[in-house]
């Protein structure tokens, strides 16, 4: 019985030899080949051989004028010559070795010829006699050394032919071929392979996107609907009271939007699901805060919490704001660069209990860390750490509640694929009284203009951020432009501007010291490479200056342009920037344009395509074969919706064959 696991060596024609080709290509059953669909098809469409180029390979249609001859010139090696006329245009067309050609060239009949194009000579190589159907699709497939496209053709025409495509069942409930009025998946398949035309192919393509984007829902609202359980996680009840005092305690009153997404937090903290939560926010909306209140929640419940975050100056930082509007909290700071007895002591207090709350960098999740009642686990800027490490925070306690934190602004787009099984809170307002950074664009040419105005407002108290030019190859060449930056500086102010240098090769200490005289104001300028560029908080500094700000990329600019702007006073960003491509100055005028991160990362991601925005193993952006999440997001939308509804339904969530379907048909080592 024909199988579609079946090896390709039962197609006739095909033995180990070629069988050991296609494995390189990962095809090994026919099934594997039925569903390897070509990337493109070569469309042999007829052109003017006027518009073609010397030596480009075209369908060129024309008038046979003279009669074919063929002239033999050795064993087996012959050419045949006729003459076609396109327009006004007499072409000389060739065949070699293919004389059986001569009965089809009839003199006054059209021809269509698939060949190569000679300008200088306006001669033809004819490589194919073509009929002339108006769209002549070849299927392209991507290929490795040693496997020729004509091969892979042959391999699948065979396994049509033999019937092999009657095996594949139909996958998609008969009420969506019908609402959507898709092609079934047999006459998919193989008009992927061999379009009868382009509306078949069309059709063809988006059945197939179809099933691949709504498998991939179907994955994640599964994951989704587990969570959902009752009983998959904690149930972290919250002291209203006690919350309520606390909030009287802050120095500042929550903006709407804080208040609205901590009460997501907390309905899902205290129901008996689990919580699986990401907060957006831009820069300085005030997420620091939100965290900080779910843990102190956390803690009236008798709950341990802990907070991951990518550097440890932010995790200083984070230390330092939380036990100043938390005093009530035992709080404890765990980082890679403490001292073994500090580390001791640190990991014993975890582990007992006498901890409320701990903060640190990766150092949370090394082997040896114990936690006591781990009730909640927070990750800050969550897109810097990989899924791996995301997964074995949680496993760290016994199913916490997780909530994950990003100031990178998600397109919608990406929000529903990479973060599609999370339940998303946005906070979408700034804290009142923030006035909007004011943005310039300059050239090196008028550094010293705004070098005059730096000092000025420097004399009047502002205190300032130079980042210097980013250098992706070398981190010592970033220190060395750090460095020349800052000598730069220094013999242009001398000494009315207290100048200090701030760069990834210091030591914690040294750079815990600098930021701490930046703070107390004690400095007035802060030369940095981009190690400021997360999380940093100083509401007195009001200047971000970047120089070669083109190396940047958008949300990297949006980043370090959130490090103003913190407070009451106007503050300023100046980019510094020549830019030799278009993509540079697009990126300076788009700054400029506005400060919404939401609208910059929409432009990010069309000028750099998802995977560069996100990176595709970083953040579990998963990879489709057919579908694009870009071009296809109405596809992608309407997907989720259905998966959405028929996974809310209660014989789905009790028919084992659906979600079978589901897990096998997605790809769950890519989605956390
Ligand atoms: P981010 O969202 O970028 O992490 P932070 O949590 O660092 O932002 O907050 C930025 C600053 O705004 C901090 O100084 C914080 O104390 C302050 N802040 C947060 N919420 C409010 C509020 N509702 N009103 C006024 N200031 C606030
Ligand atoms: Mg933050």
Redesign the pocket.
């Known amino acids: 019985m024909k199988s579609l696991t079946d090896s390709l060596s039962v197609l006739s024609g095909f033995g180990p030899k070629s069988v050991e080709k296609f494995l390189k290509l990962g095809l090994e059953t026919v099934g594997d080949a039925l569903v390897y669909y070509p990337f493109r098809y070569e469309d042999f469409q007829s052109k003017s051989v006027l518009d073609l180029m010397n030596g480009e390979k075209a369908l060129v249609l024309g008038e046979v004028i003279s009669p074919a001859s063929v002239q033999y010139y050795g064993y087996k090696r012959n050419r045949l010559r006729f003459s076609i006329r396109q327009g006004e245009v007499v072409i000389a067309v060739s065949f070699f070795n293919q004389p059986y050609l001569v009965d089809k060239i009839e003199v006054g009949a059209q021809i269509a010829i698939w060949g190569k194009w000679d300008k200088t000579k306006a001669s033809l190589t004819g490589m194919k006699v073509l009929s002339q159907s108006q769209d002549d699709l070849q299927p392209v497939y991507h290929l490795v050394q040693g496997v020729k496209q004509a091969s892979l053709v042959k391999l699948i025409r065979e396994a049509i032919d033999a019937g092999y495509i009657d095996l594949f069942e139909e996958n998609l409930p008969a009420e969506l071929l019908e609402r959507y009025q898709l092609l079934n998946r047999r006459d998919a398949i193989v008009a992927m392979h061999f379009p009868r035309d382009k509306e078949e192919y069309k059709q063809a393509l988006r059945r197939v996107k179809f099933e691949e984007l709504f498998y991939f829902q179907m994955n994640l609202q599964s994951l989704k609907s587990e969570n959902r359980r009752p009983d998959a996680g904690l149930a972290i009840p919250l002291d209203q009271q006690a919350l309520l005092n606390k909030l009287k305690q802050?120095?500042?009153?929550?903006?709407i939007a804080?208040e609205r997404s901590l009460k997501e937090i907390t309905s899902d903290m205290a129901s008996s699901s689990h919580m699986n939560r990401l907060l957006q926010?831009?820069?300085?909306?005030?997420?620091?805060?939100?965290?900080g209140l779910a843990m102190y929640v956390a803690h009236r419940a008798g709950f341990q919490s802990a907070m991951m975050v990518p550097t440890e100056i932010l995790a200083e930082?984070h230390y330092e704001?939380l036990s100043q509007?938390f005093p009530e909290l035992s709080i404890v700071l765990l980082t890679g660069s403490m001292k073994s007895a500090v580390r001791r002591s640190a990991l014993a207090a975890i582990e007992s209990g006498q901890v409320d709350l701990i903060i640190g960098t990766h150092a949370l999740i090394q082997e040896g860390v114990n936690y006591h009642h781990l009730g909640l686990v927070i990750t800050?800027e969550q897109h810097r750490f990989g899924v791996k490490q995301r997964r074995i925070f949680r496993e760290k306690g016994e199913n916490p509640d997780v909530l994950m934190?990003t100031?990178t602004p998600i397109p919608r787009t990406l929000a529903i694929t990479a973060f599609g099984e999370m339940d998303v809170s946005i906070?979408d307002q700034?804290?009142?009284?923030?006035k909007e950074i004011v943005t310039r664009w300059v050239k090196h040419e008028q550094l010293s203009l705004v070098l005059e105005w730096m000092g000025k407002e420097i004399a009047k108290g502002a205190q300032v951020y130079v980042v210097s030019p980013l250098i992706e190859e070398s981190e010592a060449l970033d220190l060395k432009n750090a460095i020349a930056l800052e000598e730069e500086l220094l013999a242009y102010f001398g000494d009315s501007v207290k100048i200090a240098l701030l760069h990834g090769q210091m030591k914690n200490q040294d750079k815990e010291a600098v930021m701490q005289d930046f703070k107390a104001g004690k400095t007035d300028l802060l030369v940095s490479t981009t190690v400021i560029e997360v999380?940093v908080?100083v509401?007195n500094a009001t200047i971000m200056m970047i120089m070669d700000a083109d190396r940047f990329g958008l949300s990297q600019l949006h980043q370090l342009r959130?490090r103003v702007g913190?407070?009451h006073k106007q503050s300023y960003a100046i980019l510094v920037a020549n830019p030799k491509t278009d993509s540079g100055k697009e990126r300076m005028q788009a700054m400029t344009e506005t400060t919404d991160g939401f609208v910059l990362a929409e432009k990010d991601l069309q000028m750099r395509g998802s995977g560069e925005v996100f990176g595709t193993r970083q953040s579990g952006l998963p990879e489709f074969q057919v579908a694009n999440i870009i071009e296809d997001f109405p596809i992608l939308e309407e997907a989720r919706r259905v998966a959405s509804q028929i996974t809310a339904e209660p014989k789905w969530q009790n028919n084992p064959k659906w979600r079978m379907i589901a897990k096998d048909m997605s790809r769950p080592s890519k989605l956390d």
Do not use: H, W, Y
Request: glycine share 20%; net charge neutral; charged share 15%.
């Open positions: 802050l120095p500042f009153e929550l903006t804080q926010g831009d820069v300085g909306s005030g997420k620091t805060v939100i965290a930082q704001s509007l800050d934190m100031a906070i700034l804290p009142a009284g923030r999380g908080n509401p959130g913190r407070g």
